[in-house]
């Protein structure tokens, strides 16, 4: 069962704003991995960012940052300088040590779109 | 780069064919994992096998099975195609103490 929650199917942003994508997790576990990827109509999955459990500082990769609550489980993506190579759709991912062979339990995705 | 190659980018097959899914990697990663995405479910897992001939079923396993005889390679196997398994399948392989996954493209599975 699927245990990473989006709850927004569908996104917005103009070029050049900012837009937060918002993900949720429910795990017993102290130590995972929590992942963003994103994934353009090419259907290749990308990685966007990723955040190790036990660091409290969060990730950063250029234009994308997360805010991750470890208490909250939360985990949200902030995309900053928005382009429109940027519309795709954004899975919030996460992996345990003892779970599935270390499968990737994602979320449903949210669509973004970017206008000009 | 490590590469994960599925065999075919779209497939259309009738109702009640066996069907073969291949994927392929090219580095020594020892888990393997096929997904399946359909819009507004995300991705969920199928099956999943951390060594050669070994397997575990993920989250929704029914109506599929898997083969891995060797390392680099692990099927996905219909063994008798519905409507219902209509969908994109997802290869994707790791090392067990990286956090680094690749996935393939992706195949377009249509069963009519």
């Known amino acids: 069962a699927q245990t990473v929650t989006q709850s927004q199917p569908e996104m917005s942003v103009q070029e050049a704003e900012t837009v937060t994508l918002s993900c949720t997790y429910d795990t017993s576990e102290s130590d995972y991995y929590l992942f963003w990827y994103k994934q353009p109509p090419s259907r290749q999955m990308i990685l966007v960012i990723r955040?190790?459990?036990?660091?409290?500082q969060n990730a950063t990769e250029n234009r994308f940052s997360v805010n991750f609550q470890k208490a909250a489980k939360s985990f949200s993506l902030k995309i900053s300088d928005s382009q429109l190579g940027d519309a795709a759709m954004y899975f919030c991912?996460?992996?345990?040590?003892?779970?599935?062979?270390?499968?990737?339990?994602f979320g449903k995705g949210t669509s973004l779109l970017v206008t000009p | 780069d490590v590469k994960v190659t599925q065999s075919s980018r779209y497939l259309v097959k009738r109702t009640g064919e066996k069907v073969f899914l291949e994927c392929v990697q090219d580095?020594?990663?020892?888990?393997m994992f096929w997904y399946r995405q359909d819009p507004g479910l995300g991705l969920r897992l199928i099956y999943f096998?951390?060594?050669?001939?070994?397997?575990e079923k993920g989250d929704i396993p029914e109506g599929y099975s898997v083969s891995r005889e060797k390392k680099e390679r692990f099927s996905l196997i219909l063994e008798s195609a519905s409507t219902n398994q209509t969908s994109m399948y997802l290869c994707?392989?790791?090392?067990?103490?990286?956090?680094?996954?690749?996935f393939g493209s992706g195949t377009r599975l249509t069963v009519v």
């Open positions: 955040q190790e459990a036990y660091k409290q």
């Open positions: 096998s951390y060594d050669v001939k070994m397997k």
């Open positions: 991912a996460y992996r345990t040590f003892s779970n599935s062979g270390y499968a990737l339990n």
């Open positions: 580095m020594d990663h020892e888990n």
């Open positions: 994707a392989s790791t090392l067990p103490q990286d956090y680094g996954y690749t």
